[in-house]
């Protein structure tokens, strides 16, 4: 059974009135939501044979899911030539874009045992 996509105003995981920040972390918490995103922010529009090649290991059925939840929520659409991102996807990658530099400089502590 598939879940429906998580949308501003739907009853989502954590929030039953669907609250927009609950509603797109549901989104982006879903398997290969984030690597789909993160292979499309070049615009090269992919297939989605390539967009499944750069996604090694994800299978096709995972992908056209993940695809159709990413355009109901406007974030991927399919052109003539393959997928891109839409407006509202790429502001959402620019507005991700200090977690990928907070990241790259991310040291844990160490652990003592």
Known sequence: MT????????????S???RPIMALLDLLGRRWV??????????????FRQLQQRCD?????????RL?????ADLVEHT???YVLTGQ????LERLAPLDA??????????HD
């Open 102 to 111: 907070w990241a790259a400089d991310w040291r844990p502590r160490p652990t």
């Open 89 to 92: 996807g790429t502001a959402l």
């Open 34 to 47: 984030l690597r789909v995103l993160w292979e499309l922010r070049d615009g090269s529009a992919p297939t």
């Open 16 to 18: 039953h009135t669907g």
């Open 57 to 65: 290991g994800v299978s096709s059925s995972v992908l056209a899911d």
């Open 68 to 72: 159709r939840e990413l355009a109901e």
């Open 3 to 14: 879940r429906p996509t998580p949308l501003p105003g739907r009853r989502v995981r954590g």
């Open 80 to 82: 003539g030539e393959g």
